[in-house]
């Protein structure tokens, strides 16, 4: 009989450290659409990785993805055009004023395919906006 116990389902890994001196921690978990996928969180130490681990367990148990999606800037305000921006109570004039000024320079420009994780960092945009 063996002394190890068997982890189960979407636990994760025990942390296991790398070459690099940081600690990983896997996480098997399937998604929506039934297909088994495997996300791999990184620490500093032990208990960092299990702390993340611990973040992505959380997630995946409110019925959210295990991390976020890397969507672009563009492909938000289309999405954000299509749904809030239609269905905000602010006037016609108004909705009729954001689309077309988001679509030239937003979805239109260089800006737009900027990774949305990324374009809040100030590095990241300096550029763009000059």
């Known amino acids: 009989m063996s002394t190890t116990k068997r982890r189960g389902n979407s636990e994760g890994s025990n942390p296991v450290q790398r070459a690099d001196g940081r600690w990983q921690v896997h996480i098997r978990h399937t998604d929506e659409d039934g297909s088994s996928r495997r996300h791999t969180v990184y620490g500093n130490t032990a208990k960092e990785a ?53 679509r030239t320079h937003i979805i239109g420009a260089t800006i737009g395919a900027k990774p949305l994780d990324n374009s809040g960092h100030p590095t990241s945009t300096r550029g763009q906006l000059s």
């Open 50 to 102: 299990r702390n993340k681990a611990a973040e992505v367990r959380a997630r995946l148990r409110a019925n959210l993805p295990a991390k976020d999606r890397k969507i672009t800037l563009g492909k938000f305000t289309a999405e954000w055009i299509d749904s809030s921006l239609e269905a905000s109570d602010r006037k016609a004039t108004t909705k009729n004023l954001y689309g077309p000024i988001a």
